[in-house]
């Protein structure tokens, strides 16, 4: 049995530094960047209770929350592995923290980042779901976001948005995927980069003319990722730049949250 969202607690809790509180430049509330809030609250919950396995054969329990996590004035990267979920349980004081082998802990990939990067979502998985009779869940821990540091972009390089197109950038690559895609979009290409800090790519067409980029996604690990892009309109030849962080700070967001889903 499935159950989603049903409310949320009229007091959740802010994190940081929340209505109120003074502003902490190393909690992301620093007012010279043009925030002075860093906030986190529940977007979503869903729970999954495992079936009968004599009529189900794949059935999993599970709790999953997801937060929202804003940072004015910051430049979100994603979420470090260094994070970590010290509370997790209902209102009946059942764990939901799971074995060391299936430790709860905030997701450091599929969280989805804000186009402005001044938001992130940060998803929490738990194979073990709430018992019975609760009404409440609580989550508390700190979540270490990667910020963005000293912006920089790389010179342009004319790339031919032909398939299989390779162009270096500096350190990093630019390859394209196809030539067309569906209906009027342009060329699929991607970057590929040392480390996850890319913030934006800029493509010119053949009169200096800013073309419209469509983002996709990006993953990778270690010391290559990849960052996918398509054109919104054919371009037979464009040049291309990107704009990237040099460097990266960590920033410690404190998590407190109470979420009531009718459980």
């Not at 003074?22 to 925030?35: H, L």
């Not at 592995?81 to 923290?97: A, C, I, P, R, Y």
């Not at 000293?150 to 162009?167: G, H, L, P, S």
């Not at 892009?229 to 410690?252: D, Q, W």
């Amino acid at each position: 049995m499935k159950r989603t969202l049903l409310a949320l607690v009229a007091g959740l809790a802010l994190c940081g530094a929340g209505a109120g509180a003074d502003p902490d430049p190393k909690k992301g509330g620093d007012p010279k960047k043009g925030g002075d809030r860093t906030t986190v609250e529940v977007t979503s919950l869903q729970i999954s209770r495992k079936l009968d396995p004599k009529k189900f054969l794949y059935s999993y329990s599970n709790t999953s929350i997801t937060i929202l996590v804003t940072c004015p004035g910051k430049q979100l990267l994603g979420v470090d592995e260094s994070s970590t979920v010290s509370e997790f349980k209902d209102d009946k004081g059942n764990s939901l923290l799971g074995s060391s082998f299936f430790k709860t802990r905030f997701n450091t990939f599929g969280n989805l980042i804000a186009l402005d990067r001044s938001a992130m979502t940060v998803g929490v998985q738990s194979t073990v779901t709430p018992g019975k009779g609760a009404t409440k869940l609580a989550l508390k821990g700190s979540v270490v976001a990667r910020c963005g540091l000293e912006e920089k972009t790389t010179e342009e390089k004319e790339v031919e948005m032909k398939a299989k197109t390779e162009e270096k950038l500096g350190d990093f690559t630019c390859r394209v995927i196809q030539e067309k895609g569906f209906g009027t979009a342009g060329a699929s290409f991607s970057i590929v980069v040392p480390k996850p800090f890319v913030k934006s790519v800029t493509v010119k067409d053949g009169d200096g003319a800013v073309v419209e980029v469509m983002p996709g996604f990006h993953s990778g690990f270690g010391k290559q990722w990849t960052y996918t892009y398509t054109l919104k309109k054919v371009v037979p030849k464009a040049k291309v730049s990107v704009t990237y962080f040099s460097k990266e700070e960590k920033l410690t967001i404190p998590v407190d949250v109470t979420v009531s889903g009718g459980l």
